[in-house]
T-cell receptor, first 111, second 115 residues
Framework: KQEVTQIPAALSVPEGENLVLNCSFTDSAIYNLQWFRQDPGKGLTSLLLIQSSQREQTSGRLNASLDKSSGRSTLYIAASQPGDSATYLCAGLEYGNKLVFGAGTILRVKS | DVKVTQSSRYLVKRTGEKVFLECVQDMDHENMFWYRQDPGLGLRLIYFSYDVKMKEKGDIPEGYSVSREKKERFSLILESASTNQTSMYLC??????????????FGPGTRLTVL
């Protein structure tokens, strides 16, 4: 059974720092790996989707990489801002359109 | 823009009550999903549906049922609410066309408290 782990569970950084969030998964048979953002009390917003045949995706200050062979994905946030404060979730898409989520990393960017 | 709406943002119910959570999407998506989210556990899949009148159990279906009579609407039913069903419930939908290319779009969530 697929298990997704995110490290660290929480992170507090000063504004302007570059940071890396980590995601690992136990079963490499995923169709894609997605990163979501969740603000307190709200739903999830998709940030980046990396297909299984891809190595990385970029959107603005965000870059996500995928290494299926090692079962790892990273989300890189450049020049962090207080508005980046949120919970970041990674999820692998399995057969049958089922997403398996990690527990998330709570990010706080201090001004 | 894809829009997924949920009938209530906050709901308080008593133990033993029958509870209905409604989800509507406006993008003609085939797939719809119900998750619950608890601190430290992430999102866990309760039920999902590939098409009207079709449903599949997710990882934690016990104590729940679902209904999909129309393509745009997916209902989650707690037959007899219990305190351990206090949680945040999230609905999502996705297009079924190209598998790996399709992200899921989430509603704002319903925070259910069972007293």
């Amino acid at each position: 059974k697929q298990e997704v782990t995110q490290i660290p569970a929480a992170l507090s950084v000063p504004e302007g720092e570059n940071l890396v969030l980590n995601c690992s998964f136990t079963d490499s048979a995923i169709y894609n790996l997605q990163w979501f953002r969740q603000d307190p009390g709200k739903g999830l917003t998709s940030l980046l989707l990396i297909q299984s045949s891809q190595r990385e995706q970029t959107s603005g200050r965000l870059n996500a990489s995928l290494d299926k062979s090692s079962g790892r994905s990273t989300l890189y946030i450049a020049a962090s801002q207080p508005g980046d404060s949120a919970t970041y979730l990674c999820a692998g898409l399995e057969y049958g359109n089922k997403l398996v989520f990690g527990a998330g990393t709570i990010l706080r960017v201090k001004s | 823009d894809v829009k997924v709406t949920q009938s209530s943002r906050y709901l308080v119910k008593r133990t033993g009550e029958k509870v209905f959570l409604e989800c509507v999407q406006d993008m003609d998506h085939e797939n719809m999903f119900w998750y619950r989210q608890d601190p430290g556990l992430g999102l866990r899949l309760i039920y999902f549906s590939y098409d009207v009148k079709m449903k599949e159990k997710g990882d934690i279906p016990e104590g729940y049922s679902v209904s999909r009579e129309k393509k745009e609407r997916f209902s989650l039913i707690l037959e007899s609410a219990s305190t351990n069903q206090t949680s945040m419930y999230l609905c999502a939908s996705s297009f079924s066309g190209q598998g790996a290319l399709d992200t899921q779009y989430f509603g704002p969530g319903t925070r259910l408290t069972v007293l």
